[in-house]
């Protein structure tokens, strides 16, 4: 076993973010260590970057979306989630959240993710030093310590493996806004969650995908992934002129399903004009508190007969959507490989962040989506 590990620390709100060293543990009955291959950044660690989400306190280790392969299992733990042979040296994708599968709220609600007893999820533990420190992906090792870990046995490249986590998140998208065999759909905003909700409404059987993004690189990419049409939304006005664009490319009529991943309260307001009456809006980008915007309940959802659905993370069934969400990268029938733009060391986590604050760019490149290789 290795003695200790780097991992990228945030110190404070806006950072600054520090390269320490922690002891790496042998682990215990059930537990195990993993060398962290690759870990996506998304715009929710972003947000915590900044401090926009109160339950995290400073000095945090961040990175959820993690993809690595087992150093160290502890006694008793010799098999994944889906009760496959697991061993050292196999790689293996970690859903971050756990639950106790016991309480009120995991069996009687089916809401694991409001269950009282479950530990803080990997990437969300903080601060730091209590306890384990190395439980988010931002690190040479990760430190699988919380019992009922989900965690899964893969063949796929790490840099497909690691856009599991984002597409749990779009199957729920997809599943709140009943998208099925023949439905039309707008998603608007199409970063590395966008683009998984392109794929997986295409999987679904959608009829007609439509991306609505201002960046030609991920809104070429979405192309590739399933989207009939596109709209770059950068040269047009908010409101009318964009809301005619998308319903042009929709031959005339809005949407039977949106799915909004722009992440903004005013993204979310303009999607309302993307919905055909008696449609459904899916709100899954607004993962912080962005703010507020004003809606007339008549003109807006009443008179239109529209529905809005809240979409937080990969909802009650989130383990298996997990799986289901390996199962369909393991297709291997789209290009998925490519939605990785940037792979970049440990010492770069701060300027990554702050790339997804300041316009996507980073290293005079468009953004797509950023992944920490520790290796490097």
Known sequence: MIATSRAAVVTGPGGPVEIREYPVPAPGPGEAVVRVELCGICGTDAHV????????VFPALLGHEVVGTVVAL?????????????AVGDRIGIFPATSCGACYECVVLRRPGQCRQRPPSY?????VEVGSPLTGGFADYLHLANPGTVFYRTD????????AEPMSVALHGVHRAGIGIG????????????????????????????????????????????ADRVV?????????????????ALDGSGASAVIGCSGSPA???????????GGVLAELGNFTDRGSIP??????????????AGVYGAGPDMQARYLRALEILERGDLPFARVVSHRVPLRDVEPALRALSTGYQLDGSDVVKIAIDPSR
């Open 49 to 56: 970057f900044h401090g926009r989400l109160p339950s995290i």
């Open 74 to 86: 502890g006694a008793g733990l010799d098999r994944d989630f889906a009760h496959r042979p697991v």
């Open 123 to 127: 990437g969300f533990k903080s601060p």
């Open 156 to 163: 796929l490249a790490p840099e497909v493996a690691i856009l």
């Open 183 to 226: 439905a039309t759909v707008v998603v608007q905003g199409v970063g590395a969650i966008g683009l998984m909700v392109v794929a997986a409404a295409r999987t679904a059987g959608a009829a007609r995908v439509v991306a609505v993004d201002g960046n030609a690189r991920r809104l070429a990419l979405a192309a590739e992934l399933g």
């Open 232 to 248: 770059d939304v950068s040269a047009l006005d908010a409101g009318v002129p964009r809301h005619r664009a998308v319903r042009d």
């Open 267 to 277: 993204g979310f307001a303009e999607a309302i004009g993307y919905v055909a009456d």
């Open 295 to 308: 809606i007339n309940p008549y003109t807006d959802l009443l008179r239109r007969d529209i529905t809005i």
